[in-house]
């Protein structure tokens, strides 16, 4: 069985080209891409890795997502959304 989690995730542009997505919900999850569909694919799948090696090392879930497993069980899919161009 699968969870569903939400994570806030802030993307930003970057002055010299690109975007940093980060996200107060799970601290260390940084990345950057070169568009903001990539810098979206990259969040997801690094809060999913950052997110197992909490889990299986047992270290102390952030207090955002504390909350979320004492309700629910621990296997989880991120949902995040995917910005497209749109054409004028």
């Not at 809060?47 to 879930?61: D, F, G, N, Q, T």
């Not at 621990?74 to 054409?87: E, G």
Request: no cysteine; proline share 10%.
């Amino acid at each position: 069985m699968e969870t569903e989690i939400v994570l806030n995730v802030k993307v930003k542009p970057l002055e010299e080209g690109g975007f940093v997505a980060t996200s107060s919900d799970l601290p260390g999850l940084v990345v950057q891409g070169r568009t903001r569909v990539e810098t979206l694919e990259l969040a997801q799948a690094n809060a999913r890795i950052l997110m197992e090696v909490y889990l299986s090392e047992k270290l102390p879930l952030p207090p955002a997502l504390r909350r979320i497993f004492k309700r629910k069980p621990r296997t989880m899919t991120l949902p995040l959304p995917i910005a497209l161009p749109v054409s004028a």
